[in-house]
């Protein structure tokens, strides 16, 4: 062994620290001082004294050890295997019989649900947080247990790490349902609340594969109601809403304060056949209400796509759920500091040229806006959101010359494109988010305006609409409009007409703008002087006049002359006229008034 010490020992100083130290180490040992390249003293194994060197050499305390021996042959020591071993039970999960019940219910183990999710050439899983959480609580090695425990706890039931998928670093946490459920206790809180924290610091998004029944309610004490419990994961939520994007996909049953999740996360996806979430358990609707009904009647994926709207998608199998979010992050950037990805521009999957064809001249004939769609975005892109909440109006992700944008379009097909309440919530949470990430919008509007009636009036038509056109009205990204064919009513306001700063307001020759439809336009203004024509034929002839002379009032033409809208392009060239606007106005700022903030929620 060789060992330096600063100057300031003299020799038989020196001396002395090599007999003591190769006394204790039983091998020779050599003492340098300072910077001197010879030994100021040598003990050799047998005992012999050392010699000293140099006895005019000064010595002071302190000293630096180099092993004198090969350390290539070392290898790692018991500590480390008890370690690894260690290691390699928590990675077991929760009791066997727990996890043999996982393959009952179509589902991966967690451990294997990580490996599905970040292998591969762009995705690893690059290292987790909190592997050891309430090992004292459960290990045989632990403080507070004995060897004859079978209550395991590993990682407390939730997987926090930091991940790479699909190229993009991301933060990532994940329940173990083999675990009490994928139940939340105090470790696993912790843990939950640090990574959201440092997604924060990081701008890195964040994934949550939630498999949950909630809070473990016999460990409540300590995580429930605390300044740092399990409530304060709701409050980082709000903190990350809009700062990076949250995405959770639903794997089980998510129950109490573990539905809160998917639903504060930007998207949900649930799985088929395997998810539910709702504010209580089947048993406590029952003990509470007296109501009968199965999880997936209460929570399940076709209640939060078809009624509750709190899904995004639904997935139909493990695999089919990565797909989508693989899909879906493509079109989204990782903070609000930073523009969506581009890619290489693709063809659209149909050709412009028929757009026109597709648009029935009369205003009141349906037809599919996706048939539209497909003629303008890249081949490929389109990434259809909520399709079956409020479905007359369509929200979707696409990209137009390889620039991703937000699609906000009427939808003919299901009620002639009425906006009814669900609609204009949905496309206002829409608008609302893409806006957050600076995501572009393009409008396409064609409709008779916000859906009238007892019904819409008490399901809140004049809330949910207010809420639409407050989402227009704030968005700052480039926003581009397209009247399409009909823009009646306050439907042009909230599909982002001239008065919503667009950059853009484009007409197509099938485009009309009004405050009404000729036919209710007629029969507001002309109702009792076409009541007093007796003849029949004559009232029909006058009707058809009217109607006439008020469409060429909002013609499109007419819009185009009075300058309300910017420009009538021909329908083939739409798709190229939307490319090269949103290019241009692709580093546009705009700002707000300077306020907190509104107070339309």
Same mark, same amino acid.
């Given at each position: 062994?060789?060992?330096?010490?600063?100057?300031?020992?003299?020799?038989?100083?020196?001396?002395? #620290?090599?007999?003591?130290?190769?006394?204790?180490?039983?091998?020779?040992?050599?003492?340098?001082?300072?910077?001197?390249?010879?030994?100021?003293?040598?003990?050799?194994?047998?005992?012999?004294?050392?010699?000293?060197?140099?006895?005019?050499?000064?010595?002071?305390?302190?000293?630096?050890?180099?092993?004198?021996?090969?350390?290539?042959?070392?290898?790692?020591?018991?500590?480390?295997?008890?370690?690894?071993?260690?290691?390699?039970?928590?990675?077991?999960?929760?009791?066997?019989?727990?996890?043999?019940?996982?393959?009952?219910?179509?589902?991966?183990?967690?451990?294997?649900?990580?490996?599905?999710?970040?292998?591969?050439?762009?995705?690893?899983?690059?290292?987790?947080?909190?592997?050891?959480?309430?090992?004292?609580?459960?290990?045989? @090695?632990?403080?507070?247990?004995?060897?004859?425990?079978?209550?395991?706890?590993?990682?407390?039931?939730?997987?926090?790490?930091?991940?790479?998928?699909?190229?993009?670093?991301?933060?990532?946490?994940?329940?173990?349902?083999?675990?009490?459920?994928?139940?939340?206790?105090?470790?696993?809180?912790?843990?939950?609340?640090?990574?959201?924290?440092?997604?924060?610091?990081?701008?890195?998004?964040?994934?949550?594969?939630?498999?949950?029944?909630?809070?473990?309610?016999?460990?409540?004490?300590?995580?429930?109601?605390?300044?740092?419990?399990?409530?304060?994961?709701?409050?980082?939520?709000?903190?990350?809403?809009?700062?990076?994007?949250?995405?959770?996909?639903?794997?089980?049953?998510?129950?109490?304060?573990?539905?809160?999740?998917?639903?504060?996360?930007?998207?949900?996806?649930?799985?088929?056949?395997?998810?539910?979430?709702? +504010?209580?358990?089947?048993?406590?609707?029952?003990?509470?209400?007296?109501?009968?009904?199965?999880?997936?009647?209460?929570?399940?994926?076709?209640?939060?796509?078809?009624?509750?709207?709190?899904?995004?998608?639904?997935?139909?199998?493990?695999?089919?759920?990565?797909?989508?979010?693989?899909?879906?992050?493509?079109?989204?950037?990782?903070?609000?500091?930073?523009?969506?990805?581009?890619?290489?521009?693709?063809?659209?999957?149909?050709?412009?040229?028929?757009?026109?064809?597709?648009?029935?001249?009369?205003?009141?004939?349906?037809?599919?806006?996706?048939?539209?769609?497909?003629?303008?975005?890249?081949?490929?892109?389109?990434?259809?959101?909520?399709?079956?909440?409020?479905?007359?109006?369509?929200?979707?992700?696409?990209?137009?010359?390889?620039?991703?944008?937000? #699609?906000?379009?009427?939808?003919?097909?299901?009620?002639?494109?009425?906006?009814?309440?669900?609609?204009?919530?949905?496309?206002?949470?829409?608008?609302?988010?893409?806006?957050?990430?600076?995501?572009?919008?393009?409008?396409?509007?064609?409709?008779?305006?916000?859906?009238?009636?007892?019904?819409?009036?008490?399901?809140?038509?004049?809330?949910?609409?207010?809420?639409?056109?407050?989402?227009? @009205?704030?968005?700052?990204?480039?926003?581009?409009?397209?009247?399409?064919?009909?823009?009646?009513?306050?439907? +042009?306001?909230?599909?982002?007409?001239?008065?919503?700063?667009?950059?853009?307001?484009?007409?197509?020759? @099938?485009?009309?703008?009004?405050?009404?439809?000729?036919?209710?336009?007629?029969?507001?203004?002309?109702?009792?002087?076409?009541?007093?024509?007796?003849?029949?034929?004559?009232?029909?002839? *006058?009707?058809?006049?009217?109607?006439?002379?008020?469409?060429?009032?909002?013609?499109?033409?007419? *819009?185009?002359?009075?300058?309300? #809208?910017?420009?009538?392009?021909?329908?083939?060239?739409?798709?190229?006229?939307?490319?090269?606007?949103?290019?241009?106005?692709?580093?546009?700022?705009?700002?707000?008034?300077?306020?907190?903030?509104?107070?339309?929620?």
């Amino acid at each position: 062994m060789r060992v330096r010490i600063t100057a300031g020992a003299d020799g038989e100083e020196a001396a002395a #620290i090599a007999a003591a130290l190769a006394d204790h180490v039983g091998e020779t040992v050599e003492v340098y001082c300072g910077d001197e390249s010879d030994p100021t003293a040598v003990h050799e194994i047998d005992g012999e004294p050392g010699v000293p060197a140099d006895e005019g050499t000064t010595a002071s305390p302190g000293a630096e050890t180099h092993d004198s021996g090969d350390d290539d042959d070392l290898e790692p020591t018991e500590r480390e295997q008890r370690l690894r071993e260690e290691i390699a039970d928590i990675l077991e999960g929760g009791p066997e019989k727990y996890r043999d019940q996982l393959a009952e219910e179509g589902k991966l183990f967690v451990r294997d649900r990580l490996e599905l999710w970040f292998s591969g050439a762009d995705s690893e899983l690059r290292f987790e947080d909190g592997t050891f959480a309430a090992f004292d609580d459960w290990h045989s @090695s632990g403080a507070n247990t004995d060897e004859d425990t079978d209550d395991r706890l590993p990682a407390d039931g939730l997987i926090t790490a930091a991940a790479t998928f699909e190229g993009r670093d991301i933060h990532v946490m994940a329940n173990d349902y083999t675990v009490k459920r994928g139940s939340m206790a105090a470790k696993g809180v912790e843990k939950f609340l640090r990574m959201q924290q440092r997604a924060l610091k990081t701008g890195n998004p964040v994934f949550y594969l939630m498999d949950s029944s909630g809070g473990r309610i016999d460990q409540q004490t300590g995580f429930f109601a605390n300044r740092e419990g399990i409530g304060k994961y709701y409050y980082n939520h709000s903190m990350l809403s809009g700062r990076v994007p949250q995405i959770c996909v639903l794997y089980g049953p998510s129950i109490a304060g573990a539905a809160y999740t998917p639903v504060f996360a930007d998207f949900t996806i649930m799985v088929e056949g395997m998810s539910a979430m709702a +504010i209580a358990s089947p048993r406590m609707v029952q003990m509470v209400t007296g109501e009968d009904i199965d999880l997936q009647e209460l929570g399940g994926p076709q209640v939060h796509m078809r009624e509750s709207g709190s899904a995004d998608l639904i997935a139909d199998d493990e695999e089919h759920a990565r797909e989508l979010v693989a899909q879906l992050i493509t079109y989204l950037p990782d903070n609000a500091d930073e523009t969506p990805p581009k890619r290489e521009p693709t063809a659209p999957a149909k050709s412009p040229d028929g757009i026109d064809a597709i648009v029935p001249q009369q205003p009141n004939r349906g037809y599919d806006m996706t048939d539209v769609i497909d003629r303008i975005v890249d081949a490929g892109s389109y990434f259809e959101l909520r399709p079956d909440y409020g479905p007359e109006i369509v929200t979707a992700y696409a990209r137009i010359d390889g620039r991703p944008v937000g #699609i906000v379009a009427n939808q003919p097909a299901h009620r002639a494109g009425a906006i009814f309440p669900d609609a204009a919530e949905k496309a206002a949470e829409f608008i609302w988010k893409s806006d957050a990430f600076n995501i572009p919008l393009l409008y396409l509007c064609d409709t008779p305006g916000f859906m009238a009636g007892s019904q819409v009036e008490k399901d809140g038509i004049l809330e949910q609409g207010k809420k639409m056109i407050y989402a227009t @009205s704030s968005a700052t990204v480039p926003k581009q409009t397209v009247v399409v064919r009909k823009a009646y009513g306050a439907g +042009i306001y909230a599909m982002g007409g001239p008065a919503y700063d667009p950059e853009s307001v484009i007409g197509l020759p @099938s485009g009309e703008i009004a405050i009404m439809g000729p036919e209710a336009a007629i029969n507001a203004v002309y109702a009792r002087k076409l009541a007093e024509i007796d003849d029949p034929d004559e009232r029909e002839r *006058m009707e058809k006049e009217l109607r006439e002379e008020y469409r060429e009032d909002i013609d499109i033409h007419r *819009m185009a002359s009075e300058v309300v #809208i910017d420009e009538i392009v021909p329908p083939s060239a739409l798709r190229e006229e939307l490319a090269a606007r949103f290019d241009f106005y692709a580093d546009l700022e705009k700002s707000l008034p300077d306020k907190k903030h509104g107070t339309i929620l």
